[in-house]
């Protein structure tokens, strides 16, 4: 039989406030367990929750950025279950009515686009945090998370495969990190993803039963907890079995999926809405100044970079990855009064190339949009050709200087003067003349080395374009 793959996604983005949802303690990364956990935290009897406006406003920009509905009237509610690192014995979330619906990511998807619509995005704590490594037969339990602001973010069943699914948290993960609402690092736990699998047979419109696994927080191991499931999944229904609505955890040194409990459904979480939270109210007027404050998004980015600039559509793609990188970009054809395609050539192989060599992102990269700028405009003045630009390049991520001290330094300065380098073509020409004679013979490859020659003899400095102008002439009299 043949099976179509069914996958919905929830994300946990976790929210880069200063202090907590409800309460004004610290949401710092690593700092030691339980320092950052307040009395409205760990719940202490007599505490109320008061709301980060905050958050509030990073969800109403998310949902702004996706093209969702902000709903300007929306209710917290407890979600009651019994976990060691819950200490309130509950969850303020939101249920029946969150603060954004509905939305749409866009992912590649064969050359085009696919639609992944939105469910639903809304407010919640974080729980704390379960420590088992570092106990012999017992657990600790970190409650600075808890209480840490986390934006839920719902898909629809849109996805049908793996790698859509990892396209969308791809996609979802440079939004949320585009807008400034999340840094998206994933291995400190700022960004998880949930998959809902399920399979049916091809052509059903009925949804398979549905396993939920938790806590994916790399691309990777999203991909492969996704292809065991579904491989799973088909096994069991070929073999005769049922699947089981069930929550499932990935083991990565396995590579499989295990069972953790049986999936709740929301009424065993016995909803209601929170008494110590009045309902959230958003002006019309706090939504239009949040949507005034919103950066150019990465769609609109990519397609004036192909109007605007002549870029390809895989170019704007590479150049709109992240904000950081756009802003590299825009920086540096700023700085060059133009040269977009030359510019995101640079960036696309010679920076992205050296960044990957020696694992940095482009924020720690140690040639400045302004140092590049430099070099890429004694390219354009033909003071130096491509090749001698990459020795350049290379001195300058090692620290040695900017780029004038180098080409200094090492002789670098192209000859680009005609009547020397027709001395030279001369002198080399006279030397190859069994290459000259196959070129006039029709043998177009002879041209090549005759360049190649030439380059030679003026040692890697000669101007390529004027050598090869200037020899076009001399073999065509």
Same mark, same amino acid.
């Given at each position: 039989?043949?099976?179509?793959?069914?996958?919905?996604?929830?994300?946990?983005?976790?929210?880069?406030?200063?202090?907590?949802?409800?309460?004004?303690?610290?949401?710092?990364?690593?700092?030691?367990?339980?320092?950052?956990?307040?009395?409205?935290?760990?719940?202490?009897?007599?505490?109320?929750?008061?709301?980060?406006?905050?958050?509030?406003?990073?969800?109403?920009?998310?949902?702004?950025?996706?093209?969702?509905?902000?709903?300007?009237?929306?209710?917290?509610?407890?979600?009651?279950?019994?976990?060691?690192?819950?200490?309130?014995?509950?969850?303020?979330?939101?249920?029946?009515?969150?603060?954004?619906?509905?939305?749409?990511?866009?992912?590649?998807?064969?050359?085009?686009?696919?639609?992944?619509?939105?469910?639903?995005?809304?407010?919640?704590?974080?729980?704390?945090?379960?420590?088992?490594?570092?106990?012999?037969?017992?657990?600790?339990?970190?409650?600075?998370?808890?209480?840490?602001?986390?934006?839920?973010?719902?898909?629809?069943?849109? &996805? $049908? *495969?793996? @790698?859509? =699914?990892?396209? /969308?948290?791809?996609?979802?993960?440079?939004?949320?990190?585009?807008?400034? #609402?999340?840094?998206?690092?994933?291995?400190?736990?700022?960004?998880?993803?949930?998959?809902?699998?399920?399979?049916?047979?091809?052509?059903?419109?009925?949804?398979?039963?549905?396993?939920?696994?938790?806590?994916?927080?790399?691309?990777?191991?999203?991909?492969?907890?996704?292809?065991?499931?579904?491989?799973?999944?088909?096994?069991?229904?070929?073999?005769?079995?049922?699947?089981?609505?069930?929550?499932?955890?990935?083991?990565?040194?396995?590579?499989?999926?295990?069972? &953790? $409990? *049986?999936? @709740?459904? =929301?009424?065993? /979480?016995?909803?209601?809405?929170?008494?110590?939270?009045?309902?959230?109210? #958003?002006?019309?007027?706090?939504?239009?100044?949040?949507?005034?404050?919103?950066?150019?998004?990465?769609?609109?980015?990519?397609?004036?970079?192909?109007?605007?600039?002549?870029?390809?559509?895989?170019?704007?793609?590479?150049?709109?990855?992240?904000?950081?990188?756009?802003?590299?970009?825009?920086?540096?054809?700023?700085?060059?009064?133009?040269?977009?395609?030359?510019?995101?050539?640079?960036?696309?192989?010679?920076?992205?190339?050296?960044?990957?060599?020696?694992?940095?992102?482009? *924020?720690?990269?140690?040639?400045?949009?302004?140092?590049?700028?430099?070099?890429?405009?004694?390219?354009?003045?033909?003071?130096?050709?491509?090749?001698?630009?990459?020795?350049?390049?290379?001195?300058?991520?090692?620290?040695?200087?900017?780029?004038?001290?180098?080409?200094?330094?090492?002789?670098?300065?192209?000859?680009?003067?005609?009547?020397?380098?027709?001395?030279?073509?001369?002198?080399?020409?006279?030397?190859?003349?069994?290459?000259?004679?196959?070129?006039?013979?029709?043998?177009?490859?002879?041209?090549?080395?005759?360049?190649?020659?030439?380059?030679?003899?003026?040692?890697?400095?000669?101007?390529?374009?004027?050598?090869?102008?200037?020899?076009?002439?001399?073999?065509?009299?």
């Amino acid at each position: 039989m043949d099976w179509e793959t069914v996958i919905g996604i929830e994300t946990h983005a976790q929210l880069s406030t200063v202090s907590k949802i409800f309460s004004g303690a610290a949401t710092r990364f690593g700092a030691a367990p339980n320092v950052q956990a307040c009395a409205v935290d760990i719940a202490l009897p007599g505490v109320l929750p008061v709301l980060n406006r905050a958050a509030v406003e990073k969800a109403v920009r998310f949902g702004l950025a996706v093209g969702a509905t902000i709903n300007r009237r929306s209710v917290f509610a407890r979600k009651n279950y019994f976990y060691p690192d819950l200490p309130k014995g509950y969850q303020i979330s939101q249920y029946e009515l969150p603060i954004v619906t509905g939305g749409v990511i866009k992912i590649p998807f064969e050359g085009g686009e696919k639609l992944v619509h939105l469910t639903r995005a809304h407010l919640e704590e974080d729980a704390g945090k379960s420590l088992h490594e570092d106990f012999h037969g017992m657990s600790g339990i970190d409650l600075n998370r808890a209480g840490t602001p986390l934006l839920e973010i719902v898909t629809e069943p849109d &996805m $049908r *495969s793996a @790698e859509e =699914a990892v396209a /969308y948290a791809k996609e979802l993960h440079a939004r949320v990190r585009w807008i400034g #609402i999340c840094d998206g690092n994933m291995q400190e736990g700022s960004f998880r993803c949930d998959a809902n699998v399920s399979v049916r047979p091809k052509g059903s419109a009925v949804l398979g039963t549905r396993c939920e696994i938790k806590n994916l927080n790399s691309f990777r191991f999203l991909e492969e907890a996704i292809n065991y499931e579904v491989r799973r999944q088909i096994e069991l229904l070929e073999e005769g079995g049922q699947v089981v609505q069930e929550t499932r955890l990935y083991d990565p040194d396995r590579r499989e999926t295990r069972s &953790m $409990r *049986s999936k @709740e459904d =929301a009424h065993d /979480y016995r909803y209601f809405p929170d008494p110590d939270l009045l309902p959230l109210v #958003i002006s019309a007027e706090t939504i239009e100044q949040i949507r005034s404050e919103l950066p150019e998004l990465p769609q609109a980015k990519r397609e004036r970079y192909m109007s605007e600039f002549g870029l390809s559509a895989y170019d704007a793609g590479v150049l709109t990855s992240s904000r950081e990188v756009a802003e590299f970009y825009e920086n540096l054809i700023r700085a060059l009064g133009g040269g977009y395609k030359l510019a995101s050539s640079w960036i696309s192989v010679e920076l992205f190339g050296a960044l990957k060599r020696a694992g940095m992102e482009i *924020s720690q990269s140690p040639i400045s949009s302004g140092q590049l700028a430099d070099l890429l405009q004694r390219i354009q003045k033909n003071a130096i050709n491509g090749k001698q630009a990459k020795e350049v390049f290379d001195a300058m991520w090692n620290g040695e200087g900017d780029a004038e001290a180098i080409i200094v330094a090492r002789g670098l300065t192209q000859i680009s003067d005609a009547g020397e380098l027709e001395q030279v073509i001369d002198g080399m020409l006279a030397a190859n003349s069994k290459s000259v004679e196959e070129y006039k013979a029709g043998k177009e490859k002879a041209f090549n080395a005759l360049v190649g020659q030439a380059m030679k003899a003026t040692k890697g400095k000669g101007n390529p374009a004027l050598i090869n102008e200037i020899l076009k002439k001399k073999l065509a009299g």
